[in-house]
């Protein structure tokens, strides 16, 4: 079993920033791919980024060059570096972790976070 509690959500204006971060307990950090995803009011969720153990990188079009994905396997932690935030990145943040890394990197996450609120205005 793996717990993950995100936290560093809250209100921001357009234009700034914020920095998610997701605490994993319950099995080696390192050995795990790590996933960020996001779902705004009557939307689905929908995969904004993702880094592999071995640290590699993804991310969703709408927001590369704007948000960064990062880990520290020495704090159990990965984090979403988010810059020039737009109302429309408004959701509920949600960390995700893969045991397998096989459908990298939007399918097959095994354990998911409560979520964490972002609201951007305008």
């Known amino acids: 079993q793996v717990q993950l509690v995100e936290s560093g959500g809250g209100l921001v204006q357009a234009g700034g920033s914020l920095r998610l971060s997701c605490a994993a307990s319950g099995r080696t950090f390192s050995s795990l791919h790590m996933g960020w995803f996001r779902q705004a009011p009557g939307k689905e969720r929908e995969f904004v980024a993702a880094?592999?153990?071995?640290?590699?990188?993804y991310y969703a079009d709408s927001v590369k060059s704007r948000f960064t994905i990062s880990r520290d396997n020495a704090k159990n932690t990965v984090y979403l570096q988010m810059n020039s935030l737009k109302p429309e990145d408004t959701a509920v943040y949600y960390c995700?972790?893969?045991?397998?890394?096989?459908?990298?990197?939007?399918?097959?996450?095994?354990?998911w976070g409560q979520g964490t609120q972002v609201t951007v205005s305008s």
């Open positions: 880094i592999r153990r071995s640290g590699i990188t």
């Open positions: 995700a972790a893969d045991t397998a890394g096989l459908n990298m990197p939007k399918g097959s996450y095994d354990y």
